[in-house]
């Protein structure tokens, strides 16, 4: 009998480097028509929170705008780089951002994308 091995292709996953926060494919989907986000870290659950900025957002001035990142979005990822956010997450985690993977979810109360940074994959 066959023991059927998890795969990766809809889990969500972002990798953490020294410039930026990269997200896979089935991440996209939450950001779609999205040009801002705003990322927020807990430090003391380590966790980055990640929200889209929507169109009534920026007419609300829900965020101020040096809260507000710029998302980059290709075929196959999701692009938030800003070094001051890395430096911040290293902070939370003690460690340097070298490219490692986290899990992400969806905190669907909250309308945001969550990191676990206490659990790398």
């Known amino acids: 009998m066959y ?11 972002a990798t953490i480097y020294a410039g ?11 950001f779609e028509g999205a040009k801002w986000c705003v ?13 889209v900025v929507t169109k009534e957002d920026l007419d609300k001035k829900t965020f101020p705008e ?6 980059s979005i290709g075929k196959s ?13 290293a902070k939370a985690t003690k ?3 070298e490219g490692e993977k986290f899990g992400v ?5 909250e309308k945001l994308l969550e990191i676990d940074l206490n659990s790398p994959l």
């Open 95 to 97: 460690k340097r951002a």
């Open 3 to 13: 023991k059927w091995v998890k795969g990766n292709s809809f889990n969500k996953i």
């Open 39 to 51: 990322v927020g870290i807990d430090y003391d659950n380590k966790k980055v929170g990640i929200k």
């Open 105 to 109: 979810n969806y905190n669907s109360k």
């Open 77 to 89: 990822f999701i692009r938030i780089c800003n070094k001051s956010i890395i430096k911040e997450i």
């Open 20 to 30: 930026n926060i990269t997200l896979n494919v089935p991440c996209i989907s939450l």
């Open 66 to 71: 040096d809260a507000m990142n710029k998302v």
